[in-house]
């Protein structure tokens, strides 16, 4: 079956420590998205890419960082710079004017 | 800038009870509506999408939605809902011409007594 695949569904960071979320797809979709879902606030855009090599940051891209070498992948690095990680983070891909599929999340916390 | 707003941040209703949860979008190109359901646990999944034609368009589990171009909303509409449709509740837009990038509103809760 097609869809997104997210690992870790949950992840611990120490204060101070770098983290990568992962982020598949094999729908084949060109463009793949992160964005982060806090209570009450919906789900911000941090950053997404339409093609290989190339990504726009989203409306919170602060203390994150992405790649994208792949079609299929595009993983998620939450840098020491971002102050408030905890959260859910939810990745999606869609084409050009189509409906997003979403995996199931990774939920980061803070120790 | 693009901007989406959903006004009813939780709403809670008995079982057969009718639902409308407003959408409001701030956009002045043709766009793309969409409405998406998170249950508890689960990743967020296509309720239904308005692209073009008949304003009134059809999803899945009963529930419709209306685009009013003049009134910049979408809102979607179930006659009458079913403990099951306990979840939170997305309208997104996407402008046309083969951009890429979706807002989201900020979501609604629906608790679904029984």
């Known amino acids: 079956d097609g869809g997104i695949t997210q690992s870790p569904k949950y992840l611990f960071r120490k204060e101070g420590q770098n983290v990568t979320l992962s982020c598949e797809q094999n729908l084949n979709h060109d463009a793949m998205y992160w964005y982060r879902q806090d209570p009450g606030q919906g789900l911000r855009l941090i950053y997404y890419s339409q093609i290989v090599n190339d990504f726009q940051k989203g409306d919170i891209a602060e203390g994150y960082s992405v790649s994208r070498e792949k079609k299929e992948s595009f993983p998620l690095t939450v840098t020491s710079a971002q102050k408030n990680p905890t959260a859910f983070y939810l990745c999606a891909s869609s084409n050009a004017n189509q409906p997003q599929h979403f995996g199931d999340g990774t939920r980061l916390s803070i120790l | 800038a693009q901007s989406v707003s959903q006004h009813n941040h939780h709403v809670i209703l008995s079982e057969a009870a009718s639902l409308e949860l407003g959408c409001n979008y701030s956009y002045g190109g043709t766009v793309n509506l969409f409405w998406y359901v998170q249950y508890p646990g689960q990743h967020l999944q296509l309720l239904l999408k308005?692209?073009?034609?008949?304003?009134l368009v059809k999803g899945i589990k009963g529930f419709e939605a209306e685009f009013i171009k003049s009134k910049f909303s979408f809102n979607l509409r179930k006659p009458s809902v079913q403990w099951s449709d306990t979840a939170e509740y997305f309208c997104a837009v996407n402008g046309y011409r083969g951009t890429y990038k979706y807002i989201f509103g900020t979501g609604t809760r629906l608790k679904v007594l029984a």
């Open positions: 308005y692209f073009s034609g008949d304003p």
